[in-house]
């Protein structure tokens, strides 16, 4: 199975901060690299797929970018509805896994 | 407008059975890859699960042999049949469709299974 590590686990950061999470895979996933937000009591909601694409909907302050098995999810100026969760996810071979996840806490 | 509604969710004792449909609309599930995803309350997401029009399917090891994916095209629903439940499956699970680089694109509201005696 490919494992998924992201970093950090948590990060605390204020409105308007440009923030990073990286996420490494154990082996090549080419840009099949998945980024989803989850707040709490709510479904997931992709964000990012094909490692840099952005789903219909998505604030342009959200970005991905990498491929092979180094991938990051970038906010470039935090807003208040950004405090979420966020997992990355490998759709290259099944087991189809996700990273331990990111929650993102208001400083 | 595509929208997944699941229904099904509930406490059941380890060693029973249950099955949680997810109606699909705005759209075709058996023309497109479907999955369940499963979240342990607390904790981080596990995918389970996926199916492409019946002919394409595969399970995460913890529940192959046990669980069954399968959509019905005369109700464009999803299911999953889940029969020798453990306490361990105790979790939100989650139906989601799908896209082209098989990220889940759209997702229903997710439903509670609760394995307890």
Redesign the interface.
């Known amino acids: 199975d490919i494992q998924m590590t992201q970093s950090p686990s948590s990060l605390s950061a204020s409105v308007g901060d440009r923030v990073t999470i990286t996420c490494r895979a154990s082996q090549s996933i080419s ?2 690299l ?1 980024w ?1 937000q ?1 707040k709490p009591g709510k ?4 964000l990012i ?2 490692a840099s ?1 952005s ?1 219909s909907g998505v604030p342009s302050r959200l970005s991905g970018s990498g491929s092979g098995t180094d991938f990051t999810l970038t906010i470039s100026s935090l807003q208040p509805e950004d405090f979420a969760t966020y ?1 990355c ?1 490998q ?1 290259y071979s ?8 990111t929650k993102l806490e208001m400083k | 407008e595509v929208q997944l509604v699941q229904s099904g969710g509930g406490l059941v004792q380890p060693g029973e059975s249950l099955r949680l449909s997810c109606a699909a609309s705005g759209f075709t599930v058996s023309s497109h890859y479907m ?1 369940w ?1 499963r979240q342990a309350p607390g904790k ?4 389970v699960s ?1 199916t492409y029009n019946g002919a394409d399917t ?1 399970y ?2 913890s529940v192959k042999g046990r669980f069954t994916i399968y959509a019905d095209t005369s109700n464009n629903t999803l299911y999953l049949q889940m029969n020798s439940l453990r306490v361990e499956d105790t979790a939100f699970y ?1 139906c989601a469709r ?2 082209g ?10 439903t509670l299974v609760t394995v307890s005696s």
């Open positions: 840009s099949y998945n989803y989850q479904a997931p909601k992709l797929y094909a694409s789903q997992y996810q759709s099944t087991p189809y896994t996700f990273g331990q996840g | 999955s995803v981080g997401l596990e995918w996926f595969d995460a090891d989650y799908m896209g680089w098989l990220q889940s694109e759209c997702w229903g509201q997710g």
